[in-house]
């Protein structure tokens, strides 16, 4: 899994730190990290997973060996280079000082249990799937199409993605930019001086003050808001880098494909794939979905064997056989 070595005998990748706006230079020796592997490999095996010693292979085995090696290596090199891309037609919104204070005690909070953004993203949607409920009341034709007040959560083990969609009051462009970034809430000033008074950055407790959206950010790199009001003829889409201190807001280049409600995305950091198990998610949900009223689903992704289907070939082979 090694690039070509190039001559100063040093790879050099630029890479985003997880911290507020900055970044570092990594580099590494190759001969070192060859070593290192070597040293996992010693065995013949890394987990599961056999390896075949260079002695076992033949010369075009090898050739070909190295330049799956050499592409893989490419083609991870540019994934982690390739700049980020704010959805198009977007426009971008600095952070309300007060906001991203905030924002960075959460990024760099070492002391609270993760598990909360799931608490915080369900009990937020099932505020915005009363108060659709309570407008139809009166207004039944609010509902339009999607009739259904429902939550749902799925998960993508290649895109490494979470994703919890309702079909609640959702929000307009300009509610994506005042409610989730640059109008200052009593409750971020609240939460901050809590924080203070006690001396800690347990963070826990965010949801008591009405800001538990920004505890996504402890497991996502990068989060997606994509929501559609009733007001609004068109879908807009409010997207955040871990870190940065500003978003980007604008029309959904999907088009609407919500109909009504909003659906948060978010893009998860390497220490928090644990969110993509379904066991790990169905435990979470049932526990912080006990006393939601609207109906909660998981998607879940199974894998499941079947027959090899035979071929035109297998069966004249079979038939030549039985008449042999």
Not at 53 to 66: I, K, L, N, P, V
Request: charged share 25%; net charge negative.
């Amino acid at each position: 899994f090694f690039p070509k070595q190039p001559t100063d005998n040093n790879i050099s990748l630029r890479l985003l730190k997880q911290q507020p706006r900055t970044s570092t230079m990594v580099r590494y020796s190759a001969a070192a990290f060859l070593a290192a592997i070597c040293m996992l490999s010693s065995n013949g095996s890394i987990g599961n997973v056999g390896l075949v010693r260079a002695a076992e292979m033949t010369e075009a085995e090898q050739a070909a060996e190295t330049a799956a090696a050499n592409a893989a290596a490419e083609e991870m090199i540019e994934a982690i280079s390739t700049p980020y891309s704010p959805p198009e037609g977007s426009s971008a919104f600095a952070y309300e000082a007060e906001v991203n204070k905030m924002l960075d005690i959460v990024i760099n909070s070492l002391y609270t249990n993760k598990d909360i953004f799931l608490r915080e993203l369900i009990s937020n949607a099932s505020d915005a799937l009363d108060k659709i409920r309570f407008l139809s009341v009166t207004k039944p034709e609010l509902l339009g199409d999607t009739p259904n007040l429902e939550m749902k959560i799925e998960y993508d083990p290649d895109a490494k993605t979470l994703t919890i969609r309702d079909t609640g009051l959702g929000m307009t462009k300009d509610d994506l930019i005042k409610n989730l970034g640059t109008v200052a809430r009593s409750g971020t000033t609240n939460f901050m001086k809590a924080l203070k008074e006690s001396e800690t950055n347990d963070i826990s407790q965010i949801g008591m003050f009405g800001v538990g959206f920004y505890s996504t950010f402890l497991v996502a790199d990068r989060v997606s808001v994509a929501s559609k009001h009733n007001d609004d003829d068109t879908q807009n889409v409010w997207e955040s880098l871990n870190g940065e201190a500003s978003f980007h807001v604008g029309p959904d280049p999907r088009g609407n494909t919500l109909g009504r409600g909003t659906e948060i995305t978010l893009h998860l950091k390497e220490d928090a794939e644990e969110y993509l198990s379904p066991y790990k998610l169905k435990e979470m949900i049932g526990h912080y979905s006990e006393f939601v009223t609207h109906p909660v689903s998981l998607r879940q992704i199974k894998t499941i064997q079947v027959p090899k289907e035979k071929d035109e070939f297998d069966e004249e082979e079979e038939e030549k056989k039985e008449d042999g």
